[in-house]
């Protein structure tokens, strides 16, 4: 029996549909790539997205997407990116894959309320964890000098993939990537490309999979080579943020006032000579990749919330050398420091017991990374 061809789907983030049309970007059609539009009017409203992935017109393999763009540190994106990467078809999705609107988030958000799962979700949540710490792991050790962050991303792809998982960062909002790399200056958000990475910087993975209905939440930051781990100002800023998360996660139980995590998160940053982001926050995660409660990790907070059994969500706090402040680069995602000092981050997911805590996304004994000693 013949197999039948795939269907064409349209390559527009912000689409999905699929189609019968033949129109092509010029350029892609010159360059014989097979990314097809179903109309002008979708390829009109990708073009920003979409001239990513092409090639720099001086026929230079790479280049600075945006040359005019006051950057605050050293970092640069490097582009072309590489088209978005297939899902197979028998991988549930969730509802913003195809056009980038996370449609059930966006109405869970009107109501207000904070999930509390029932023992058959939280079942499936703690099987959703293992397999996104699965995923990251597999991509922390692949971490080297020369690496590019974009290789990271197949990683972290195929790895999701290979476990019948959705990589939840692919798409929403049109986020283009698998997985967000952020190196030396970024706080969070960075898309992958094709910078490799070099000894001496760090590089925080932030992986989400979207498995069996839920969406699991993890980060980590990771020392690339020996450079990194020898300098004293850098491992202070790890290590301060790994400690910062471990302290938060020590006060939680039920009765917790979501809005104290902040003052535990911060008093140690400073402590440590390093300020806490104050822009981006923990959030709940479920059957949604973000809810309430929200978690803010600086002090004097105004949060919303006590926690109670069977709430799900994450602790993420970014910690800055320099200042907490951020701005964001021209592609609208990536946010860096306003110093262009470097932030780390580190984020675990968890569940609230009827006496304490779960880590769900906890670490196990093959865990790439993990904490060493502060240089003296």
Known sequence: MAKTPAPIVCCSPKCGKETDSTLKCPICAKDDVSNIFCSQTCFRTAWDEHKAIHKAENGADSYDPFPNYEYSGKLRAVYPLTARRAIPKHIKRPDYADH?????????????????????????????????????????????????????????????????????????????KSVCTSVNEIICHGIPDARPLEDGDIINLDVTVFYLGFHADM????????????????????????????????????????????????????????????????????????????????????????????????????VCAGSYRDIRWPDNWTAATVDGLWSAQFEHMLLVTEDGVEVLSARNEKSPGGAIPRIA
């Open 100 to 176: 980038g609107k996370p449609l059930s988030e966006i109405k869970n958000d009107r109501t207000n309320k904070i999930p509390v799962l029932t023992a058959k979700e939280i079942a499936g949540i703690r099987k959703t964890a293992k397999v996104a710490r699965e995923v990251l792991d597999v991509a922390a050790a692949a971490i080297k000098p020369g690496i590019t962050t974009d290789e990271l991303d197949a990683i972290v792809h195929k790895a999701t993939i290979n476990r019948n998982g959705y990589p939840s960062p692919l798409n929403y909002y049109n986020f283009p």
């Open 219 to 318: 980060n980590e930051t990771y020392y690339v080579g020996d450079k990194a781990k020898a300098n004293q100002e850098v491992v202070n800023l790890v290590e301060t943020t790994r400690e910062c998360l471990d302290l938060a996660i020590a006060t939680v139980k039920p009765g917790l006032l979501f809005r104290n995590l902040g003052e535990v998160i911060e008093e140690h940053a400073t402590k440590n000579g390093c300020s806490v982001v104050r822009t981006y926050v923990g959030h709940g995660v479920n059957q949604f990749f973000h809810c309430q409660p929200n978690i803010p990790h600086y002090a004097k907070n105004k949060a919303i919330g006590i926690a109670k059994p069977g709430m799900v969500f994450t602790i993420e706090p970014m």
